[in-house]
């Protein structure tokens, strides 16, 4: 009862009051109170009493509404932790029902859509009367309550349209059964109201006629798209035939109306195009019966009624957005190969059959002409932006935008067209390119925009065109002339002929015709020209640099003019979004030219500092600096160091999670990082302060893991001894916890780290990494892991017992006291593992470190490797039949052993010259004995050892036990 009395309605309108403040002091406490409320009992009917008395401040209400909406996703379903009392639960759906005529808009909306959020949990089942009380309502004769109930019913039935399972779905057909004709015949009745309403002089009554029948349509398109089983029924068909015809009507009345009438009759319209292309993507080959009318209905006015004054883009856009839909469903295309599976529904070929009968060659030609003659050529408005905001007009970028903008829109659909008709409409579309061919009159605007359409048409199915357009002899005897020109009347067609340029250069375009290319596009380039046309250039040359067939060396004598007109350009452009894409331009040339961009990149790397500050609000600009930055430094190598300074905070900023940008950054610092740690020739102090961020960068544990530890790798080949005294304390734990919940593949390069390590420091690196290593044999002895996983430990273990033998024995000593075994049980448990698992390793390197590892505990003295003399002997067998091979002259010499830095491999690209880590990692490679121990040398020592140290009684009773094949094999080996 305490409870119940501290959220009383007064003390609940009071806080309300207070958390609709504008006063920080008042509103945070209040807020505080009111999450503190939230499960108390009573709570939410104490904010529906603050709702109901409309004698309350509206914002106040507004608020109340507000929580308890918030209330219910938290707490109304049973199972939820502080779930409302059912007899809480009961009363506030008795007054949501009774509070159907709320006269505020803003209120009436949040109303609604409470009532559907508890609908979707509790209707019918615990709330059968809701949907009753809602029809009563939309029969009542007063429109304001006849409207309110609408709105309500809209957002029930959205809610319940959203439930998925089967039982679900299964209701909700029933309930489109008892209730859409009822629905149906209500909005045909309504329509009549908007009729005469729109002839009368009752502004206020068209308004609401307008607004009941837009949301009885959006009732009734739900129940349309998710309440048929088929739509092969009389009340479906009714309802799109109505769409169909009324959208004329809507169209007259938008034209007619002004201000919100206008906005509800373009809504209205916009809604009959919409229910076609929902009903089509969620229905396809049921959508089958209206196929035929559909495409029927886009065509009327996208080509028939194109120049109507009754049409609107958007409306225009969702026309073309069925039609390509259409276009490209593969539920309207039967199979094309003869080995596919026949269709099982039949449906699909006569929806194939509707398709191809609709697009009959005359069709199909018609609308291609249309869509490059009325809808291809710019605009009035575009022309203006060209003037008023070059760097906008200059990079419209499509992607998703097609399905919201005209043009992007027009030029999909129009690829979409050739795409499946290519035979019938390529032949149209040479036509045109050849009928606009010849010098332009630069005063005739209408031809230059005409010629402007047919070659945007040109390169947008270029691919389609291969056979049918000669795009080398059209370059030399046409483009190059007309992109030459100087008129700025001509500059529209200048455009979209460097933009065609781009479009074929990789499609069909000869390499030796690649210069004349570079030099039409720099002459476009020059400071002086027309923005737009400078940046379309620039565009063009990135497309053309980014082809399969670029030559660097055909690009060389054009390097340095490049380099400083794409720096003009970058220094000249305001927008943040257009020097990001000259920027990209300008990485794209660095990555192609590599190290040949040394003398040309003065300009730039002086510029970036700046530019960097200008972009701190830009991130996705601050993440085309740091690409740049990174092709930089690769191209500049070892001289990269000069760089740094602008370099190392920009990685520092970019991989602190601390700073917000982090989220946009991220994985081009890091790929920045990785390569300057690559071509840095020493580590500095600044490289090595910013590894401190590496530590939260690995608890982060996502798909930038793998750069993360190539990054560890290239620090510890910079200088291992400085990294594990700085930062080993941190590192080693973070590994180790890593190998815990990683993939195979990140196992493996932590290992190559602790390799790496142990071989840069082969008397301190195992103490420092011990924690570690005790995890590492921990996982190996238990022998859960993916093979190669195991693997890459007894990899590990061999090295450590190769580099630091003092240490391995104590170290296996700590472990087994850690285990409480014997050191000698533990031992011959590794030893078994380890002599196991050598048929399971794959990589040369891999198996002889084992056999070296193995061969040198002969002299051991240890019983566990006596006992497994032969099954060792074997392993040096295998192994050195693998490793060895024999010249012309008989000499046998060990293949993985090298001498020099030069010799030893590595992964690394073969095209690409060496980096600084290259030569690191190979001096690395040359300590490792499995590049500097000869076997054969090690087996004859090691064995000539043993027989010293046993005598010839013990030493021959060991050989007696090898199978004589495997000894007389050795022996051979031995005598070469």
């Given at each position: 009862?305490c409870?119940?009395m501290s ?8 806080v ?12 945070k ?9 939230e499960t ?11 709702y109901s008395n409309?004698?309350?401040p509206?914002?106040?209400r507004?608020?109340?509404?507000l929580y308890i909406?918030?209330?219910?996703d ?14 809480e ?10 509070s ?16 559907a959020?508890i ?9 059968p009367?809701?949907l009753?009380?809602l ?14 109930a609408?709105l ?8 319940l349209a ?8 299964k209701?909700?057909?029933e309930?489109t059964s008892?209730?859409?004709e ?9 329509l ?5 309403a ?11 006629s ?12 739900l129940?349309?798209?998710y309440g ?12 799109f035939?109505?769409?169909?015809d009324?959208?004329p ?8 109306l ?13 809604l009959?195009i ?8 969620i229905?396809?080959?049921?959508f089958?019966?209206?196929l ?6 886009v ?14 883009e958007r ?5 073309f957005?069925l039609?390509?839909n259409?276009?490209k469903c593969d539920?309207?295309r039967?199979?094309?190969e003869?080995?596919e599976v ?9 929806a ?6 609709f697009?009959?060659?005359?069709t199909l ?8 003659s009325h809808?291809?050529p ?12 070059p760097?906008?007009?200059?990079y419209?970028?499509a992607?998703d ?15 979409s ?20 061919q ?17 070659y ?5 199915v ?15 005897t ?15 067609l200048?455009r979209?002929?460097?933009?065609l ?12 015709l690649?210069?004349?290319?570079y030099e039409?596009?720099?002459n ?9 046309i ?7 040359l990135q ?8 030559r ?9 003019q ?8 970058l220094?000249?452009?305001e927008?943040c979004?257009?020097?990001m894409y000259?920027?990209q331009?300008f ?13 040309h990149?003065?300009s ?5 500092p700046e530019?960097?500050?200008?972009s701190?609000?830009h ?8 690409t740049?930055?990174?092709?930089l430094?690769?191209a500049?190598?070892?001289l990269s ?7 190392i ?10 700073q917000?940008a982090?989220?946009?950054?991220l994985?081009?610092?890091?790929e ?20 401190a961020?590496?530590?939260e ?7 930038n893991?793998?750069v993360?530890?190539?990054?560890i790798?290239?620090?510890v080949?910079?200088?291992?001894a400085?990294?594990?005294?700085l930062?080993?304390?941190?590192l080693?734990p973070?590994l ?12 493996a ?6 390799d790496?390590?142990?071989l ?10 011990k924690?570690?290593?005790?995890t ?18 007894l ?8 580099q630091?033998?003092n240490?391995f024995s104590?170290?296996l ?5 850690q ?19 050598l ?9 002889k470190?084992?056999?070296l590892a ?10 566990g ?6 099954a060792?002997m074997?392993?040096?067998n295998?192994v ?17 052993v ?6 030893v491999?590595i992964d690394s ?16 490679r040359?300590?490792?004995?499995v590049?500097a121990?000869?076997?054969r040398?090690l087996?004859?020592?090691?064995l ?9 009684t ?11 094949e495997?000894?007389?094999?050795l ?6």
């Amino acid at each position: 009862l305490c409870i119940v009395m501290s959220v009383s309605v007064e003390g609940v309108f009071d806080v309300l009051s207070r958390a609709a403040s504008q006063s920080l002091e008042l509103l945070k406490p209040a807020e505080q109170q009111l999450k503190e409320w939230e499960t108390y009992p009573g709570f939410y009917s104490s904010l529906f009493a603050v709702y109901s008395n409309a004698t309350l401040p509206l914002n106040v209400r507004f608020l109340a509404v507000l929580y308890i909406k918030n209330g219910v996703d938290r707490y109304w379903r049973k199972t939820a932790k502080n779930a409302l009392q059912e007899s809480e639960k009961a009363v506030l759906r008795t007054r949501l029902t009774d509070s159907i005529n709320e006269p505020h808009n803003q209120l009436a909306t949040q109303l609604a859509v409470l009532i559907a959020r508890i609908a979707r949990l509790d209707c019918p089942h615990h709330w059968p009367q809701l949907l009753p009380n809602l029809l009563d309502g939309v029969r009542s004769d007063q429109s304001l309550s006849q409207q309110r109930a609408l709105l309500m019913l809209k957002h029930v039935v959205a809610s319940l349209a959203s439930k998925r399972l089967v039982d679900s779905r299964k209701i909700f057909r029933e309930l489109t059964s008892s209730i859409f004709e009822f629905i149906l015949k209500l909005w045909m009745l309504q329509l009549e109201q908007v009729h005469v309403a729109a002839h009368g002089e009752d502004s206020g009554a068209l308004m609401l006629s307008l607004d009941k029948s837009k949301l009885a349509a959006k009732v009734l398109r739900l129940l349309f798209l998710y309440g048929f089983q088929s739509y092969d029924c009389e009340e479906a068909k009714a309802f799109f035939r109505l769409v169909v015809d009324k959208t004329p009507v809507f169209l007259h009345l938008r034209v007619q109306l002004a201000n919100r009438s206008r906005e509800l009759a373009e809504k209205t319209a916009l809604l009959f195009i919409k229910v076609m292309i929902e009903c089509q993507e969620i229905s396809p080959l049921d959508f089958l019966p209206f196929l035929k009318e559909s495409l029927e209905y886009v065509t009327h006015y996208v080509i028939e009624q194109r120049s109507s004054s009754l049409l609107f883009e958007r409306f225009v856009v969702h026309c073309f957005v069925l039609m390509k839909n259409v276009l490209k469903c593969d539920k309207y295309r039967p199979p094309r190969e003869k080995d596919e599976v026949a269709p099982s529904d039949s449906r699909i070929l006569d929806a194939y059959k509707v398709k191809m009968s609709f697009f009959s060659y005359e069709t199909l030609v018609t609308l291609c002409q249309t869509v490059v003659s009325h809808y291809f050529p710019l605009t009035r408005e575009e022309l203006d932006e060209w003037q008023s905001d070059p760097e906008s007009f200059a990079y419209q970028e499509a992607g998703d935008a097609w399905k919201y903008s005209l043009r992007p829109c027009v030029e999909v659909v129009f690829m979409s067209l050739v795409s499946e008709f290519r035979l019938a409409l390529c032949s149209s579309i040479v036509e045109m390119v050849n009928q606009v061919q010849g010098k332009l009159n630069p005063a005739d605007t209408q031809s230059v925009l005409l010629k402007d359409a047919v070659y945007n048409a040109a390169g947008l199915v270029s691919f389609d065109l291969f056979d049918d357009i000669d795009f080398d002899k059209w370059f030399t005897t046409h483009l190059v002339a007309e992109v030459s020109e100087r008129d700025a009347r001509l500059n529209v067609l200048r455009r979209r002929v460097l933009l065609l340029m781009g479009q074929w250069v990789g499609v069909k375009m000869a390499v030796d015709l690649r210069p004349a290319l570079y030099e039409t596009l720099l002459n476009c380039m020059a400071p002086g020209e027309d923005l737009v046309i400078r940046l379309t250039a620039s565009r063009t040359l990135q497309d053309a640099v980014d082809e399969f067939n670029f030559r660097t060396e055909q690009f060389f004598p054009f390097l340095e003019q490049t380099c400083r007109f794409l720096f003009q350009l970058l220094y000249e452009v305001e927008e943040c979004e257009t020097k990001m894409y000259v920027l990209q331009a300008f990485s794209l040339v660095i990555e192609r030219v590599g190290p040949e961009i040394q003398p040309h990149a003065s300009s730039l790397i002086q510029y970036l500092p700046e530019l960097w500050q200008q972009s701190a609000d830009h991130n996705l600009l601050q993440c085309a600096i740091a690409t740049t930055l990174k092709y930089l430094v690769q191209a500049l190598a070892a001289l990269s160091v000069s760089v740094h300074p602008l370099v190392i905070p920009i990685i520092q900023y970019g991989t602190n999670l601390q700073q917000e940008a982090h989220v946009y950054l991220l994985e081009d610092s890091l790929e920045l990082w990785h390569v300057t740690l690559i071509c840095s020739p020493h580590l500095s102090g600044e490289l090595l302060h910013i590894f401190a961020n590496m530590s939260e960068l690995l608890e982060l544990g996502t798909e930038n893991l793998r750069v993360c530890l190539k990054i560890i790798e290239s620090y510890v080949l910079l200088g291992a001894a400085q990294l594990m005294q700085l930062y080993g304390d941190v590192l080693v734990p973070s590994l180790s916890s890593l190998l815990r919940n990683v993939k195979p593949e990140a196992i493996a390069m932590i290992m190559q780290v602790v390799d790496s390590v142990l071989l840069s420091l082969p008397e301190d690196g195992p103490t420092l990494l011990k924690p570690l290593l005790m995890t590492v044999f921990q996982n190996m002895l238990q022998d859960e892991d993916y093979p190669p996983v195991i693997n890459t430990y007894l990899s590990v273990w061999a090295q450590l017992l190769l580099q630091n033998a003092n240490f391995f024995s104590g170290f296996l000593s700590e472990l087994a006291t850690q285990l409480q075994q014997q050191d000698t049980q533990l031992f011959n448990s590794y030893l078994d593992l380890w002599i196991d698992k050598l048929d399971t390793m794959n990589q040369p390197q891999q198996r002889k470190l084992t056999a070296l590892a193995l061969c040198s505990l002969l002299t051991s003295g240890i019983s566990g490797v006596t006992e497994r003399f032969a099954a060792i002997m074997e392993v040096c067998n295998v192994v050195l039949h693998e490793v060895h091979r024999c010249d012309e002259e008989g000499h046998v010499s060990d293949s993985l052993v090298t001498t020099s830095v030069h010799h030893v491999g590595i992964d690394s690209d073969e095209d690409e010259e060496d980096t600084a880590e290259d030569t690191r990692k190979r001096a690395l490679r040359l300590r490792d004995p499995v590049h500097a121990v000869v076997l054969r040398d090690l087996v004859a020592r090691k064995l000539q050892e043993l027989h010293s140290a046993v005598g010839d009684t013990h030493f021959q009773s060991l050989m007696d036990s090898v199978d004589a094949e495997t000894k007389q094999q050795l022996q051979a080996f031995l005598d070469a």
